[in-house]
């Protein structure tokens, strides 16, 4: 498989067009993406458009380095003149007034955006089966789900509808459906990548980052997306390495940890003994392998889902209704009003007796009925699901109960990966305990798809770097992907060992 690299040189070189290129693609969305729906806006004139106005640039030999590379954008990341609609019936007709800055960053580069991609309804779940566009099929078997919350992405990515894709990772969102693909997914070091245009779920979890279809591609689109932004207060002035020197001048021990915790209970064994096997053969590539200890991790998937909810909570409630986004129809919501209070009062007056409730109800003012009424219409039932968990963990009586003390445990995760880093270069495990399930398979069991997140969610609660890369075939047909975490900002550790996973 050729990487961005090798056909950068093939357009520049004129061995075929950029035009003939993204007419491939076309046709690839066109022929698949009614069974996998992993694009869901696409402008075939504006793409053969946008093809034309750079191959002119490389013709003149005035493009910038991502020239010939074909990208898809996850519906979560703002395009300007686009509609964002986070897969929510809440943002379904919204349309982005601003780039997101790594949107400038790749327009700046030259890249060439086909589309945006399904996922989870506010990046809120593990399948993609959370989206008004209906969910994503996983293109190894369609009967399989994609991952989440970024599986449009993934999929678009499998299914050869593009060269790479963006998406969000709040818990392990690009890592896990990367690795139910088969594909490459890689979440960055927390504030390395801006989040500037990116919808917010979880504020201090949320990292924007690539699929693609090997390592090499991986280092070129996030060398291209990294760095300070000025407009993101959180982004880190920490200087971005050279990625590609750090995969293509690799050499020396690679030491890599391997912690316990990853390899207990829950783990489908032969996830378990694929991951083991590509371990053994990477210690003939210079890799020793070293065993680490991450002994707050049981906490890991509680203490991530107690934080993450309650910002959750804190950032959807903006969606009222009012300044933007879907609004209750205001002349129903007063009718009905008045014919609560009627009724109420009805009943009342002929001596008969009304819940608690039903009074309560009848209390709220039109305007509060209004942002009632447009949030109930516009969230799905997993968004709201996470509203009222996150509101609860938030609220007096239980802050201290719940949300102060998954703080305190998460600076102790973050502490535990801080010593192991001191002794390994990399962590190692699997990407997930299972491959892809069954579409419908975990949907009305909440706690079985989170438990799908756990090893994954460990790098977002300690903000360091993670990369998933496809380790193998299950017996089920499906892909097994294999995980390397590494420490801040050690974005060129992961990619090393990941390039040496790739090259066996």
Do not use: W
């Not at 590379?69 to 007709?93: Q, R």
């Not at 994609?146 to 678009?156: D, F, K, L």
């Not at 997993?382 to 968990?389: A, D, N, P, Q, S």
């Amino acid at each position: 498989m050729k990487n961005l690299l090798a056909v950068q040189e093939q357009v520049r070189s004129g061995k075929f067009n950029l035009r003939d290129k993204s007419e491939k693609y076309i046709q690839s969305i066109t022929d698949k993406n009614e069974e996998i729906n992993a694009i869901v806006h696409f402008d075939a004139d504006e793409v053969k458009s946008e093809a034309d106005r750079i191959q002119k640039k490389i013709d003149d030999g005035t493009c910038g380095s991502l020239a010939g590379s074909i990208i898809a954008i996850k519906d979560v990341i703002c395009e300007k003149g686009k509609k964002v609609t986070c897969a929510s019936h809440i943002l379904h007709n919204f349309v982005s007034v601003y780039d997101a800055t790594v949107i400038k960053k790749l327009r700046q580069e030259d890249a060439l955006f086909i589309g945006r991609t399904n996922m989870d309804e506010f990046a809120m779940g593990s399948s993609t089966e959370n989206s008004i566009f209906g969910p994503s099929r996983n293109p190894v078997n369609t009967d399989f789900v994609t991952g989440g919350s970024s599986g449009g992405s993934g999929a678009a990515v499998a299914a050869d509808m593009c060269d790479s894709a963006l998406g969000s990772d709040t818990g392990g969102s690009i890592r896990q459906p990367a690795s139910y693909c088969g594909v490459v997914g890689m979440k960055p070091t927390y504030s390395r990548v801006s989040r500037y245009g990116l919808v917010a779920y979880a504020s201090s979890f949320d990292c924007i980052g690539p699929f693609t279809k090997n390592v090499t591609d991986a280092a070129l689109i996030l060398q291209s997306i990294a760095g300070h932004d000025e407009m993101d207060n959180s982004s880190s002035s920490v200087p971005v390495d050279d990625y590609i020197s750090a995969i293509t001048e690799d050499t020396g021990t690679l030491r890599v940890g391997v912690p316990a915790e990853y390899f207990g209970e829950g783990l489908d064994e032969e996830v378990r003994k694929i991951v083991e096997d590509r371990l053994e053969q990477l210690q003939k590539e210079n890799v020793k392998l070293i065993p680490v200890n991450l002994p707050h991790m049981k906490y890991g998937i509680a203490t991530y889902y107690i934080l993450a909810t309650a910002e959750e909570s804190s950032n959807l409630a903006r969606y009222d209704g009012i300044r933007y986004g879907h609004r209750a129809d205001f002349r129903k919501v007063e009718a009905e009003l008045s014919e609560e209070k009627a009724e109420l009062q009805k009943e009342l007056k002929n001596g008969s007796s009304a819940t608690l409730d039903k009074v309560f109800a009848t209390l709220d003012s039109p305007l509060i009925r209004l942002y009632k009424k447009s949030r109930t219409e516009g969230f799905g039932t997993e968004v709201k699901r996470r509203i009222l968990l996150g509101t609860y963990v938030l609220s007096a009586g239980y802050y201290d109960a719940y949300y102060a003390k998954a703080q305190r445990v998460r600076r102790l995760i973050k502490q535990d990966f801080a010593e192991a880093f001191r002794d390994v270069d990399v962590i190692v495990s699997p990407t997930a305990p299972t491959t892809a399930f069954k579409l419908g398979e975990n949907l009305h069991d909440p706690l079985q798809m989170y438990l799908n997140d756990v090893y994954t969610i460990s790098a977002n609660l300690a903000g360091i770097c993670g990369i998933s890369v496809p380790a193998g075939i299950h017996s089920n047909g499906m892909p097994v992907g294999i995980q390397f975490m590494g420490n801040v900002f050690r974005e060129s550790d992961i990619l090393r060992a990941a390039k040496r996973l790739e090259s066996l």
